[in-house]
């Protein structure tokens, strides 16, 4: 498995092929988005819909979305933050989002995919990660603490204001 950057097209458009692969992804986790509710039907994923989420994501200063590939196949993508955008007391990195192509859950994807995010974050210098877990999200919040994380506090989130578990690791 490696991580890459995604980078737009220098108008700002993603690739055909690579928003396909993307939205089938995306569209795989309905599950997930029928609990966060950030697509209006998590059942009818469209293409438009994820182009415009990954704009979001990627008009965040210091943010960087991370596709994981296996033998050419995507398998999962990582949103990180270099910093917190609303808090400027908060030292560490982020993870904001981890989604692993559903039909490959549970065979390891996200632990390596977290693995892989943790070690770029280490290996220039930084403490710790952190991450919000919807309240919600009980799979969620099982997978990140079996991976080391701990509760650090319980906020609401930025955009959709949804309680959600703040963790943290230290690097």
């Known amino acids: 498995m490696f991580l890459e950057p ?5 108008d700002g458009d993603l690739p055909g092929p690579l928003l396909t ?4 992804l995306y569209a ?29 994501e990627l008009a965040t200063p210091g943010a960087r979305v991370l596709l994981a590939r296996s033998e050419g196949r995507l398998v999962a993508v990582a949103v990180t933050l270099d ?3 609303a808090r400027a007391d908060d030292p560490d990195p982020w993870i904001g989002l981890l989604l692993v192509d559903a039909r490959v859950h549970r065979a390891g994807w ?3 995919v977290a693995a892989a995010v943790e070690e770029r974050f280490r290996a220039a210098g930084r403490t710790g990660l952190r991450l919000a877990v919807l309240e919600n999200n009980s799979q969620g919040q099982a997978f990140w603490t ?4 701990e509760l650090l506090d319980r906020r609401r989130d930025l955009r959709h204001d949804r309680p959600c578990a703040v963790l943290r690791k230290a690097l």
């Open 146 to 149: 079996s991976l080391g994380y």
């Open 28 to 56: 795989s986790n309905h599950a997930f988005f029928a609990l966060s509710g950030d697509f209006p039907d998590p059942g009818d994923i469209r293409t438009e819909q994820v182009a415009a989420a990954l704009a979001d």
């Open 21 to 24: 692969e993307l939205t089938a």
């Open 83 to 85: 910093r917190h955008p």
């Open 110 to 112: 996200g632990r390596r």
């Open 6 to 10: 995604l980078v737009p097209a220098d």
